[in-house]
């Protein structure tokens, strides 16, 4: 991306307009334009320079108006900012050039009562239906859990709720309910399928069942409370959280984090990309009925879960760091014991490889299923190894080096079948990619000491802080105006790209095959609802 | 003499159903990683269960969040008396990290009545089989 040459562009089709830019942190340009501005600005990013992922949409209160920003990234980040009237905010939605806002857009609707004009499905998204407070990221306003709100659910949430099969007998169409408990999905979300024969025409997608409001909650905590707090996002990715957090945060107070810090955030993340994997691997290979992959997957995490154990305490949340640096340390022999279990799980990883891409029915399960073009994935901004399976090479890990990557020798693995098959063969090779790597870092582990002294007071500013978790692109926005607490922190996490293309890839297809496309998909819920 | 047959096959195979009421996943992961091989609970009589129709246990794990407590209800409705009700995890006990979140009820104990409440964050998979052994014990 030539920033110099975008912002020109910008400068010549706007010329009645004040643009301004600000160079930002972490190498992220922000420009701030008018909010007629944005519509147009966004078709010129789209149609001169071909920049079309739009990570997400920021919206946040300002105290006389409300600000959006639209964080875009092309090799680095690009935001505009625009502001609206605090009574009665508007603006045209983007989802017509870029497919993949819809999500985004309903968010910040909800969640700061702003309406995107001409907006294809404006339902709310996380937010109970029967919500009647204030959007809960308005300042000031107390948003609270009103008991005697009479809950009005619409009627797909009836039917949802009800848990029974509907049949209209005149058009042979039946209505089947998936969720929010099915033996299908490990966590709460609700799919009303509509079918006809065996196929699958239609779909309605309901989440919010894990909604907890961590973005508010962080803004009523301190830094270092929010640590914790938003490695709670997910179980699963915990880690990748807060490295993304504390990267923010130390960014806006200019600390230096010492090497052998950045390189064990590197290494807990590399193991929780293996454990992420695995888990998904087995949760898939049960979904499509191969409950033998299940278990083995399953037993071989535990050596992962095990080394992550013993360097940080725990299995799952590993509260390994901190602001400035981590908190954990692994010493030589504890490295030498490491790699010798990576080596055993390596070992089981080959197996695996060679079951699933040998095994017949494994392939008559996956092949040809939840087709998603190169062109589906860039216009709904998919990211991760969804992107990657369709064609699309990106990775942060080599495109923005964060942590210890810069200095690693890191192979991206793509692939250009686009289909459930694909995505299951890709995720396997990056397990060992992910060794390869915890290998380099255990062997090059650099001395010095682990952490940073950090002053209390983070200094007013914002930052755009992005990292590649094990499905793909986290993205944070923090701001901070000075006081001990975060004025605002937005999460993105990158299942929420991949749940607004479940819709195309579910339609048309046999109901049989339904588990498998889901679960191809590596669903987080926690991680979305947030 | 039926009474004790009764007893016995309850204790011995206790059907459990997990639903996730608003967690983080953390401890629904080491819930399922109770069925595989490491911990295998299987051996000991129970079983992980798909319908609340089939279950004896309610395995519950988050915060209530605003939008499942009806579904959480409904489901302990489906589930065939005698049941019993497990919390899992700080949040569900309490609400734990999310307490006082605009979306959050609180526990578990806020909605349905708990017999076992099992804190950690996220809490370790021997713990889960303690409690559930605790809550056999409780049964007897």
């Given amino acids: ?74 090799g680095r980040g690009l935001t505009l900012r625009t502001s609206l009237a605090r009574e009665d905010s508007h603006i045209a939605t983007v989802v017509d050039l870029i497919p993949g806002a819809a999500f985004y857009e309903r968010e910040v609707s909800e969640m700061l009562g702003v309406t995107f004009d001409g907006h294809p499905d404006p339902r709310r998204l996380l937010l109970p239906e029967d919500w009647s407070g204030e959007p809960p990221l308005r300042q000031g306003d107390s948003a609270q859990f009103a008991e005697q709100d009479v809950p009005s659910p619409s009627i797909g949430t009836a039917i949802a709720d009800s848990g029974h099969v509907v049949w209209a007998k005149d058009t042979g169409r039946m209505i089947i309910p998936i969720g929010p408990q099915h033996p299908l999905l490990k966590e709460p979300l609700s799919y009303l399928l509509t079918v006809e024969g065996e196929l699958v025409t239609d779909e309605s997608l309901r989440i919010g069942y894990v909604h907890r409001g961590i973005e508010r909650l962080c803004q009523q905590r301190s830094y270092v409370q929010n640590i914790y707090l938003l490695e709670r996002v997910c179980g699963i990715c915990s880690h990748i959280h807060t490295t993304t957090y504390c990267q923010g945060v130390e960014a806006l107070l200019g600390l230096e984090v010492p090497q052998r810090a950045l390189h ?98 494994f392939q008559m399960r996956t092949r040809e299923l939840g087709h998603l073009s190169f062109e589906q994935v860039r216009s709904h901004c998919v990211v991760g190894p969804m992107a990657r399976a369709s064609g699309v090479d990106v990775d942060l890990r080599r495109d923005a080096p964060y942590a210890a990557y810069d200095g690693l020798d890191l192979r991206v693995v793509t692939a250009g079948g686009g289909d459930v098959w694909t995505r299951t063969q890709m995720r396997v090779q990056e397990i060992f990619e992910s060794l390869h790597l915890c290998r380099q870092v255990l062997k090059e582990l650099p001395g010095g000491p682990l952490t940073v002294r950090a002053p209390r007071r983070v200094p007013a500013g914002e930052v755009v802080s992005r990292a590649e978790a094990p499905r793909g692109e986290l993205i944070y926005y923090i701001r901070s105006d000075g006081s001990e607490r975060p004025a605002r922190v937005k999460v993105r996490t990158p299942t929420m790209t991949a749940l607004i293309t479940l819709s195309e890839q579910l339609r048309g297809i046999n109901i049989a095959d339904v588990p498998a496309v889901i679960g191809g998909t590596d669903l987080c819920i926690a991680c979305v609802d947030r | 003499m039926w009474e004790s047959v009764v007893r016995w096959a309850r204790r011995k195979s206790p059907w459990v159903l997990h639903f996730n009421t608003g967690g983080c996943n953390g401890c629904d992961i080491e819930i399922l990683d109770l069925l595989t091989p490491r911990y295998d609970v299987e051996r000991l009589g129970i079983l992980k269960e798909a319908s609340p129709r089939h279950a004896d246990i309610l395995l519950c794990t988050g915060p209530v969040t605003r939008q499942s407590r009806d579904r959480l209800r409904r489901i302990y409705e489906q589930m065939p008396a005698p049941k019993w009700v497990m919390a899992i995890g700080s949040c569900g006990c309490s609400g734990g990290v999310f307490h006082g979140g605009y979306n959050v009820l609180g526990g578990i104990d806020q909605v349905l009545p708990v017999d076992i409440y099992v804190p950690g964050c996220p809490c370790r998979p021997e713990a889960i089989i303690a409690g559930i052994a605790q809550l056999l014990d409780m049964v007897e």
């Fill in chain 1, 264 to 361: 064990l955030r590197t290494l807990l993340c590399e193991l929780e990309r293996i454990h992420s994997h695995l888990l998904w691997l087995g949760v898939f290979s049960e979904n499509i009925g191969f409950t033998t992959i299940f278990m083995y997957a399953w037993r071989d995490r535990e050596i992962t879960l095990d080394i992550m154990e013993e360097l940080s305490g725990g299995r799952v949340s590993h509260a390994a760091n901190v602001i400035g640096g981590v908190r954990t340390d692994v010493d030589k022999e504890q490295g030498h014991s490491i790699l010798g279990r990576l080596e055993d799980l390596e070992r089981q990883i080959e197996t695996f490889r060679d079951v699933i891409r040998h095994e017949r029915s």
């Fill in chain 1, 1 to 74: 991306m030539n920033v110099d040459s975008i912002l020109g562009a910008l400068r010549e089709a706007f010329p009645a307009v004040t643009l301004e830019f600000q160079p930002g942190l972490l190498d992220e340009t922000f420009v701030v334009l008018s909010a007629d501005c944005v519509h147009p600005a966004v078709r010129l990013l789209i149609e001169r320079f071909d920049i079309r992922h739009l990570s997400t949409i920021t919206g946040q209160d300002r105290g006389s108006e409300i600000e959006l920003l639209y964080h875009f990234w092309d």
